[in-house]
DNA sequence: TACGTTGTACAGTTTTTTCTGTACGTACTT
DNA sequence: AAGTACGTACAGAAAAAACTGTACAACGTA
């Protein structure tokens, strides 16, 4: 029938249109330090009207379920997408969750309150060790280099300070007090 | 003489307490999307009493002069790292940008506000290409897709203007007066 | 209990990224 | 003009990351 071929190509253009904003997605999620592949793969979710299991993911992306097992879990332990449960169905059902403001600012949080976790400790343990072979040395010198070390190394300091107070904001939801959501329209 | 051997070993803890911050540094810099030894690169000359060399930054990390090349050029591209000019000498000298807040916010800034352009163009011509599929076909179904579509894009619209919003804050300044800088003590 | 389904651990392969050495252009020096 | 020093383009090597197939454990079903 003509129509039913007409329906496939509309349906062929409505893949083509969602594959335009997947692609772009996939191409800038390494700022959420989310490989582009895992990428598409939230992509496809997304759109999915359904909640999808591995396999129809698998089949969708053309890859294999293993990359979809791996890739999901990445999502879901960031708390882009969840596990959903639907009554009947033995197989992981998965969706993504909706609120962007939640789980892309939830990744972010995490990812750069840890860095900065990480980077102050390894200040605090540097000075000290600096502070040490300060009282040790007889070495003018390298008294005078320990010295400038430090100031470097208050200044790091002073700036993951601050960048700490700044994911606060947004840990805390503050944000939204200064930058509002918008609402779709 | 015993003193020069206690020297040098003194030197040796100075370049493992700095060690220490670099190793750290480059672990994380992954989120400003710059690779682990970049990162080292960047911690090295940030060290240094002067600016360096390629040479230098070659013998310091024991890698190809090649690569200091490209890595710095990388760190230059987004201003984390600056070309000096020293009387008398011929080669290239470098230092990091002693900012870091001008420095990281800048490299922040660039690549989140090139991905939300970037994703915002994308959803339109998306949703262009959803509207002109509603208006040509005959399936009912496929409208409801497209329906549902528009819903999830116009979301996502929503969360990237709320984006660039936020960017707009840190590529004015004004989270300054929001989150103050603080000072080194 | 035997059998089929589903998800994932793991080892090996493929792909991508990073790094190096060579070669060469440019610019300074003599 | 010839010689030397310097930075980088480029091609290939090495390393890292991503992907796949196989095998198996867990669980449900008959």
Redesign the pocket.
Known sequence: MDNNVQELQDYEKLKKARDRFVSEVAKNIHLYDI????GRLYGTVFFSEDAM???EMSDEL????????????SLVEVNMVERVWEKGI???LYKTEDDWYKSFSNVFINRWRNATEQNTIAIQETKEMLHELNDTTGSDHLKQLIKSDLTKLKQAEAYYTWLDDVISLFETGEIFDIVPKREPN
Chains 1, 2 share one sequence.
């Open positions: 490989s582009h592949s895992v299991t591995l396999d053309g890859m294999s379920k293993t990359s979809m097992s791996t890739g999901i879990r033995r197989k992981d």
